[in-house]
């Protein structure tokens, strides 16, 4: 009677499956992520007062009403523009970390 002894060895394509599959996940983990939306909070005054937010091509994203508010913007440039009681408009630039505007139309 003769024994056979078996060995398991990978076959090429499942080594080629793992290293393909490896390489893929220290790309993904080695590449850095843009944040793709953060949390601005802040206060609109005096009372009257009526606050639009547009981004860089002019589309409007938010609007404010007088008191504190929180809204939730792409990283991106914005501006806040104030129609009462009287016009002013302030440059707000949204990182990947939360920030506070407060926005004084007075």
């Known amino acids: 009677m003769t024994m056979i002894r078996s060995r398991t060895v990978p ?3 499942l080594t080629r499956v793992l290293a393909v599959g490896c390489a ?5 983990a080695l590449t850095p992520t843009r ?3 953060d949390i601005v909070t ?7 007062a009526k606050v639009v937010i ?4 002019g589309k409007t994203v938010a609007e404010l009403k007088p008191g504190a508010y929180q809204v939730q913007l792409p990283v991106g440039k914005y501006q806040a ?4 009681p009287k016009q002013k408009t302030v440059d707000v630039l949204v990182l990947s970390e939360p920030i506070t505007l407060n926005v004084d139309c007075g």
């Not at 547009?54 to 091509?57: I, K, P, Q």
């Not at 523009?81 to 009462?84: I, L, Q, W």
Request: proline share 4%; charged share 10%; hydrophobic share 40%.
């Open 11 to 13: 076959s090429r394509h």
């Open 42 to 48: 802040g206060t609109v005054a005096p009372a009257g």
């Open 54 to 57: 547009v981004d860089a091509s």
């Open 35 to 37: 944040a793709s939306a």
């Open 81 to 84: 523009k104030c129609s009462a």
């Open 24 to 28: 893929t996940l220290a790309c993904a």
